[in-house]
């Protein structure tokens, strides 16, 4: 069961590993007698369908999801191991996508209009007068 991350991108079943144990999640008196927790993972340096440019991109984007160039991910939420397993390939596989995905666009730097400059100073009148007929008035 490859995992089809996009198109131009498959991660054979051979590079992914699995590991089960109990869940804490859902399940009741089931929940102490299977092992529904799907831990998948896989290893991004040793991987054979990236080139170096996507390793490393992968490698620099996902760092804090990366331990000695393994990337691991955790599924629970269901009370069936099969389910989990299903959701743990999905949550992998938006990891990569977004790893790889373009950066976006810079922001073009802009100025408020004039009319949202007056309104913002207005807003801050407003709140200040609010503010100053709160106050205990003065003994003069």
């Given at each position: 069961m490859?995992?089809?991350?996009s ?26 007698t ?6 998948l ?6 991987s054979?369908v ?9 490698l620099h984007?996902?760092?804090?999801h ?7 991910v955790a599924?629970?939420e269901q009370?069936s ?5 299903d ?5 992998l ?5 977004g790893?790889l995905?373009?950066?976006p666009?810079p ?6 209009t ?7 100073l207005?807003?801050k ?7 100053r ?8």
């Amino acid at each position: 069961m490859d995992l089809e991350v996009s198109a131009k991108l498959v991660i054979p079943e051979r590079e992914l590993g699995w590991r089960f144990s109990r869940s804490s999640g859902p399940g009741g008196q089931h929940v102490n007698t299977s092992d529904s927790r799907v831990e998948l993972f896989w290893n991004i340096a040793d991987s054979t369908v990236l080139s170096d440019e996507q390793r490393m991109m992968l490698l620099h984007r996902l760092s804090r999801h990366i331990v000695a160039g393994t990337v691991t991910v955790a599924a629970s939420e269901q009370r069936s191991q099969l389910r989990n397993r299903d959701t743990a390939l999905r949550k992998l596989a938006d990891l990569v996508t977004g790893g790889l995905a373009p950066d976006p666009k810079p922001r073009r730097p802009t100025r408020p209009t004039r009319g949202s400059a007056r309104r913002h100073l207005a807003a801050k009148q407003q709140r200040s007068a609010t503010k100053r007929n709160r106050q205990r008035p003065t003994a003069d």
